[in-house]
Nanobody, 123 residues
Framework: QLVESGGGLVQAGGSLKLSCVAS????????MAWFRQAPGKKPEFVAI????????DYAESVKGRFTCSRDNAKNTVYLQMVSLKPEDTAIYLC??????????????????WGQGTQVTVSS
């Protein structure tokens, strides 16, 4: 089970830090990813972090503004977002693959999803 938190309403240029807490064993063995979904659109890849946090990748649209990190002792992955823009408005979801490998950016590669947390950026 994945549970996100930390979303909210923020003005453009502001910051938010999202959290995703995972239940279940072996959290530290799995890569974790963040996606976002705007109304009427398909889920969009945002960021991924490897099992030990040593590797991470980002969508071009968020590079330099978003940072993904994790604390395996707390079974938690984070998404620090700064310099937020109105186009960042979406439901943000964390996701995990079924197997312990480093997936790509396609939502189909992830089998476990949280309910999401709403991020709204006003202009």
């Amino acid at each position: 089970q994945l549970v996100e938190s930390g979303g909210g309403l923020v003005q453009a240029g502001g910051s938010l830090k999202l959290s995703c807490v995972a239940s279940g064993p072996d959290f530290g063995a799995y890569s974790m990813a963040w996606f976002r979904q705007a109304p009427g659109k398909k889920p969009e890849f945002v960021a991924i972090i490897g099992w030990d946090g040593a590797r991470s990748d980002y969508a071009e649209s968020v590079k330099g503004r978003f940072t993904c990190s994790r604390d395996n002792a707390k079974n938690t992955v984070y998404l620090q977002m700064v310099s937020l823009k109105p186009e960042d408005t979406a439901i943000y979801l964390c996701a995990a693959p079924l197997l312990a490998y480093y997936p790509g950016t396609s939502p189909g590669e992830y089998q476990y999803w949280g309910q999401g947390t709403q991020v709204t950026v006003s202009s």
